[in-house]
């Protein structure tokens, strides 16, 4: 008889599990169960019972559809015991059962789950709920992040994203939104949100820390940047579009340089830093197709005027080599088609690096006034570095303190606090030598 594996290994391989299949199988139960919350404690109910059941039984040989049918079952089961409390509660099961009976028997495609997943991202991005909603619904739902993850990508408080939250799922059912990838003539008025969406997600995975599973602690994480840019393909597989294509391009381009990005030991490295050499150039190669394929069809926007800029910096063959001119002039034209704050900060670090810092500081003022920018750690972070750049060391600290207070991100903070100290030896040395 063989050994049974100790619970605590099973807990791990749930977790892991969860990480990486939980959005899938969320997806696909609410295909089934038509319903967030009810699919939502479906899917609690499912691993619960697979923590208690697969140290005897063992992991069933797939494990995803597994807790998708032990998932739907428990819902179904939940709805027998409750139907004498709600009206035509036996009517209400019966045709519940029986419309999901040829829908289940398809659950075991892996195919299918995959577009239960895009489907789950459509229905939070419908025309119905608010631009704000369908990005913190999809977000939370769809790609698993945590309401504080949410919030700071946003820049806005926790609270008003949980609420956004809760009245979009509240509006999805009262209005029976329907469950679909909409028709090729319907898309359009829901793209914009999708890649909102799928930016977002990419570039919280873009920006996590780097992680160093020991032997019998940190699982790894789901690839977030990764399921962005499967998201993304698919989403341009179902028609072409200018800036799905530039989307796309854009992920992969700044995926090609993640190798590079952090050091074995999780440290930052910024661009100008980075081994060249460990970028993919395969990705490269298929960002800068798509570049050129977005460019080319005349309707340029925000996303494509990104992905131009990425290009630029992947093919310069070293720092020095990089053609800081074109870049400002690629950020003037994204701020005339997308006039934020952030793309207004990313323009003026690229004027620094044509015109110099002094040039650059004397616009950074109405920045640092600007509301929507004050819990933004970088904002703090490029004025710091300007007046590194010109020797002003104290307005220096005094500016990464402030970004180190904001900094959510371990290697953001450990990168500011050695710059902060690199500052204070420099000062010592300075007033040591007077």
Known sequence: MPLLQPVADFSKQLELLYQQHSRQVLAT???????????????????????????????????????ISTGRFKAIDKMRRQRRFVADGDAMLAQFVDEQAEGFEMQQDSQLWSDDYLRLVFTCCHPALSIEAQLALTLREVCGLTTEQIARAFLQSTSTIAQRIVRAKQKIKAATIPYQV????????????????IYLLFNEGYSADLIQPSADEALPKIDLAQQAIDMAKQLLALQFDTESCGLLALLLLQ???????????????????????????????????????????????????????????????????????QIHALYQLLYRVEPTPVVALNQLVAM?????????????????????????????????DFHRQLGHHDEAIDFYRQALKLATSSADQQFLQQRLCALSEVKNAEHNAL
């Open 352 to 384: 620094s690096m044509c015109e110099g810092p002094a040039a650059a500081l004397l616009q950074l003022p109405p920045l640092l006034q600007d509301a929507t920018l004050a819990q933004y750690h970088l904002l703090y972070a490029v004025a710091a």
């Open 29 to 67: 139960l609410i295909r089934l169960l038509g319903d967030f919350d009810r699919a939502e404690d479906a899917l609690q109910e499912a691993f619960s019972v697979a923590l208690a059941q697969w140290p005897q039984s063992g992991t069933p040989e797939s494990p995803v559809a597994w807790l």
């Open 255 to 325: 995926h090609a340089r993640q190798a590079a990005r952090f050091t074995t030991a999780g440290q930052l490295i910024l661009l100008p830093e980075q081994d060249r050499s460990r970028w993919d150039q395969a990705l490269i190669a298929e960002g800068v197709s798509k570049v050129e394929t977005a460019l080319s069809s005349g309707r340029i926007g925000p996303y494509s005027l990104q992905a131009a800029i990425a290009a630029i910096h992947n093919e310069s063959p070293d720092s020095a080599s990089t053609d800081w001119p």
């Open 182 to 197: 909409p028709a090729s003539d319907q898309l359009a008025p829901r793209l914009q949100a999708v890649h909102k969406v």
